[in-house]
């Protein structure tokens, strides 16, 4: 921790959330949230040893549902909050052949 | 006593006794936001001729000697965060202006079924994240008691709503104090409850571990039913908690014999406002004074509940706000290159600051080579919070501590400095992480005349216990004759 | 210079469980109609969660403990983070660091050599929804259908252990075996219900003896047997000739992603992430863990029955079929060994019942495109009414096929099934009768027969050469009696006709 945040960092971040920033988001954003990283060091100085890792804040197990089947929304209620759709399906722009590929 | 002035029970009784009806409850409280409104600004949609047309159909049930649900019949304001079907839910943000949920939240069908009628949705900070309200894309919320000070936020609406007397009950979530600061800022009760007493299916989540929706109200009992009416197990979420739920109305009035209070020195520390101070120590008193014993703890790891937070809230923020892409809802902008230009100006464009900034946050405290040292670590710090409480709550039935540090900032006074903002969080933030139930309940008025609010902590699922002990201090004074100076 | 393929799976197998992993959509292969299995949870509309399939996590257990891998006690959900529009929450539920199984194995046999591949792990999660291009190359708007997306998926991550295409093809055939048997999916490729990445390098040995591993290169989207074989051997051959050329070593490049261009038969090099991927996987707050304990371990065990390398085993010493017939049969699925099983026991002749089966039965439900669910003959009336009647020497066993053949014109014409095991059989012995296919054992009929025939002025020829030591001249003589005899059994008439021109 406490490396100095760049602004090269912040541009990183930025793609990787996919945000647009401006020039001067980014120089803002690169102040601020280094001041935030400051801050945080702070944990350092508590010793976590053999602590876990606490997810929940309520810590329990084996939530599950039975294999039923419920009703799904009509297509158009599906859709109806989309920006774009040819009225079946949701529209994006072409994508780029395997710019992101996952099983 | 006018009709706005009164209390839930007070709305419950004349309605039982046929004083009332509800179509006339509801329309004093529709007046009173016409009248104030556009002062206070706490309401993004308000919903008239909806809400009286419910209260009329209340009306003909009792007439008709019908079974009534815990809250038939009084009005309520729901903060922007809780999906309603059919009606638009904005989060305070641009990205969902005009997104209309095809269904309801878990909540908001439970309080259809306790017959308590919506006026409408009312301001927040944008996705939640914010202390002022400031951060809603839509407009500025003032504090009813002045409107140059903020309400607080996250749910800064809600509490400006019921602090406003535009509604008795109002529902706000809390992620890191944003139902109890604002409460304490508005001079109202807010309780945020132990984490999965409320179910959070149709919540729009900020931070899911964290999350958790709660009553608001102008009394404690007003709170407690309304807890009472949205509490309880829901196989749609997860992280819902199977446990019985107390009849809180039921319970509210009794004093709790041989009460323990805890106070922990880490919190009246440093950085504590006077006024508060004060106010807090007076709020002890009154307790005292009904045979309560006050009992010195420690919560040696509470310093770092705000790092933890703003490591644990932002980096799963990340990860649920990355849904809002323009594909299958919200904004997608007009002006993109390709597929990913699409996604980051759509984002870029219709997020604001704070949004944008803890996302970045918490993709950086995720990302890969940084997780451990951030992420991680907060995640075991927050195990050593719980435990600090766990501990405390072997000695004392409930913790008091100060709500925040001083009574509510004025509007802009902290929006250019967020780590400043983020640290003024620094008493509630703890509950969130510890999954601790908390209540906020008005114990004075500061020297300008802004209320302050003593914080109630108890162990899980004791919300009961907080209601008991915040009406103890309620039914013994009228907070607004205390003024601190 | 020589090399060895060194080829590792990632398979990704869709659960039959009636809903998707976390909501209750019907879980339905159902490309025409699409967006029409969604619901808040999976096209993530703000507020919704997800809540865990029982079945599907159970489901999974079984695979797990199929491919021989132990369960955890104690598992979780994490987010993995990508952005896709087929994936709308943009992460993936899945898992990272804790996975429900991990280190098991499937036994393989290639060309008679047994072969244990090791399985890293295999973990649960949900598949994303479809996303369409426009083909037109006009660079139109690609379409998103979310039908499928929250599908529960099993990845089952085989280490580097195949050493030829051959080996990879048929660990995937193994391995679509056993998830059919124990019934945790269809695996059907053509529906994306078992899909397969690859992972390939060679070793390279060099002529000074040195080992060398070249870079790793996963092959996507291999959607058929033949396609994960012809990828790989394709790969090789591409990865050779580039080490030939450039001579670069494991590590000197980063891991490169090709797809499989099945109508070119070649890989294609798939275009670089515009930033690393880094998923950011966390812990899903929606999502609790889940613990298993040992006695719900043994419940799953004890739940698999017989799998398919046990179910070879047994036949081949229960029915004493040759490994090769017990292969096939096995092969065909859980339900055709029931057949299988069932004939055998009826006839009372596994070798008989085996033969009925890998011949007859197979070339008619190929030929006619059904399952063996849906073929009309049972497996009691196959082995009472014909397989028996040849045992019995009622019918020949060429009868019997002619007659077997001739019900499976009748179900062609009326696609009905003989479900009745009497008006069956009384149907085979109506044909019987029609195609005059009664074996005659009536010597005296026969030998009238056989008699008329070596009397005969043409035939005499064939007797000499007989005679003179000709045996198939036998055969002309033995066709023109059966062709008056259609019943008759072709061992008699031969004995019959050698012994009168012996004696002649």
Known sequence: MSQKLTRGDVTKVALLARLKLSDEELDTFTSQLSQVLQYVDVLNEVDTENIEPMAHAIEVSNVFREDEVQPSLSREAALQNAPLTDGSHYLVPQILENATPES | MSIVGKTTGELLDSMNQGELSSVEIV??????????????????????????????????????????????????????????????????????????????????????????????????????????????????????????????????????????????LSIGTDTGGSIRQPASFCGVVGMKPTYGRVSRYGLVAFASSLDQVGPMANDVSGAATLLEAIAGHDHRDSTSINCPVPSYSDSVDKPLEGLKIGVADEHFGEGLGDEVRKSVENSLDVYRSQGAKIVNISLPHSKYAVAAYYLIAPSEASSNLARYDGVHYGYRTENFDNMIDMYAASRGEAFGDEVKRRIMLGTYALSSGYYDAYYLKALKVRRLIRQDFDQA??????????????????????????LAMYLSDIYTISANLA????????????????????????????????????????????????KVS | MDYQIIVGLEVHVQLQTKTKLFCGCVNLFNPDNPNVQTCPVCTAMPGSLPVMNREAFSLAMKTAVAINCGIASFTKWDRKQYYYPDLPKAYQISQFDLPFSENGFLDIEVDGEQRKIGIIRAHLEEDAGKNMHDESGKGGDSKVDLNRCGTPLVEIVSEPDMRSAAEAKEYLEELKLLLTYIDVS?????????????????????????????????????????????????????????????????????????GWDATRGKTFGQRGKEDAADYRYFPDPDLVPVTVTEEEKQAVRDSLGELPAARRSRFIEEYSLSKYDASVIVSQGNSFTLYYESVAKSCGDGK?????????????????????????????????????????????????????????????????????????????????????????????????????????????????????????????????????????????????????????
């Open chain 2, 27 to 168: 329309q004093a409280f529709l007046d009173e936001i016409g009248r104030r409104d556009n002062e206070v600004n706490a309401f993004l949609s308000v919903r008239p001729e909806k809400a009286l047309e419910e209260a009329k159909e209340v009306d003909q049930k009792i007439s008709a000697g019908e079974q009534l649900g815990l809250l038939a019949g009084i009005p309520i304001a729901l903060k922007d965060v809780l999906c309603t079907e059919g009606e638009t839910t904005t989060c305070g943000s641009k990205m969902l202006e005009n997104f209309v949920p095809p269904y309801d939240a878990h909540v908001v069908q439970r309080l259809k079924k306790s017959g308590v009628i919506s006026l409408g949705k009312v301001n927040m900070d944008e996705f939640a994240m914010g202390s002022s309200t400031e951060n809603s894309a839509f407009k500025t919320t003032g504090n009813p008691w002045n409107v140059e000070h903020a309400p607080g936020g996250s749910s800064g609406g809600s509490a400006a709503a019921v602090g406003a007397n535009m509604a008795p």
């Open chain 2, 393 to 418: 709550f072997e000695k004392v039935d409930v913790i008091a501590s100060p709500v925040t540090a001083s009574p509510a900032f004025k509007i802009g006074e902290l929006s250019d400095d967020p």
């Open chain 2, 435 to 482: 999954g601790l139930p908390g209540i906020s309940v008005p114990v004075g008025l500061s020297g300008n005349d802004l209320p302050i609010g003593l914080q109630l902590l108890g162990p899980a699922f004791e919300e009961d216990r907080l209601f008991r002990a915040a009406r103890m201090f309620e039914k013994e004074t009228d907070w607004k004759t205390l």
């Open chain 3, 186 to 258: 269809d695996c059907n490729m053509q529906e994306g219900s078992l899909r397969c990445d690859a992972n390939v390098n060679l070793h390279v040995t060099n002529d000074d003896g040195e080992k060398i591993a070249t870079p790793i290169v996963e092959v996507k989207n291999l959607n058929s047997f033949r396609g994960v074989e012809l990828a790989i051997e394709y790969e090789a051959d591409r990865q050779w000739d580039i080490y030939q050329e450039t001579g670069l070593k494991i590590g000197d490049v980063a891991k490169e992603t090709r």
């Open chain 3, 352 to 504: 008989q019942a085996a033969n009925w089966l890998t011949q007859e039965v197979l070339r008619e439900m190929n030929e006619r495109k059904i399952s063996i669910e849906d073929f009309p003959i049972t497996s009691d009336g196959l082995a009472t009414s014909l397989i028996n009647r040849v045992r019995d020497k009622k019918i020949s066993i060429k009868s019997a096929k002619e007659i077997f053949a001739r019900l499976m014109e009748d179900f062609g014409e009326s696609n009905e099934s003989y479900g009745d095991n009497k008006a069956f059989d009384q149907r085979v012995e109506q044909l019987i009768e029609e195609m005059g296919l009664a074996l005659v054992s009536d010597t005296g009929e026969l030998e009238g027969v056989v008699d008329a025939v070596l009397a005969k002025e043409q035939n005499q020829k064939a007797i000499e050469d007989f005679k003179g030591g000709k045996q198939a001249a036998v055969g002309a003589l033995m066709g023109q009696v059966m062709k008056q005899i259609k019943g008759a059994d072709a061992q008699t008439v031969r004995k019959m006709i050698i012994e009168k021109i012996q004696n002649m």
